[in-house]
Nanobody, 116 residues
Framework: QVQLVESGGGLVQAGGSLRLSCAAS????????MAWYRQAPGKQRELVAS???????SYADSVKDRFTISRDNAKSTVYLQMNSLKPEDTAVYYC??????????WGQGTQVTVSS
């Protein structure tokens, strides 16, 4: 059973924008704080942003004021609007629950490549 499906990645020039989407199963999404993560080549997966079921958001310092996380509870979908993209944002982006005990299996992610 597919639990998390990320989409919306692509190749963009520095300064450009992308909007990522993550369709999650209700069992993972419902009432959970959801988050976006990313993993660049040769690096560990890192937390990018999170959003509670009530809409409270938190961001890594590296993306603050450039990225916006949002969620549609009716659609069990989480979004990540990425503006002013930089080459260092290049990574595979994943979504999942924030807390390990609530997570589902990791999806395939969506590749974001930012050219300079």
């Amino acid at each position: 059973q597919v639990q998390l499906v990320e989409s919306g990645g692509g190749l963009v020039q520095a300064g450009g924008s992308l909007r990522l989407s993550c369709a999650a199963s209700v069992t993972i999404f419902s009432s959970n704080t959801m988050a976006w993560y990313r993993q660049a080549p040769g690096k560990q997966r890192e937390l990018v942003a999170s959003i509670t079921s009530g809409g409270f958001t938190s961001y890594a310092d590296s993306v603050k004021d450039r990225f916006t996380i949002s969620r549609d509870n009716a659609k069990s979908t989480v979004y990540l609007q990425m503006n002013s993209l930089k080459p260092e944002d290049t990574a595979v982006y994943y979504c999942n629950a924030l807390f390990p005990a609530m997570r589902g299996l990791w999806g395939q992610g969506t590749q974001v490549t930012v050219s300079s």
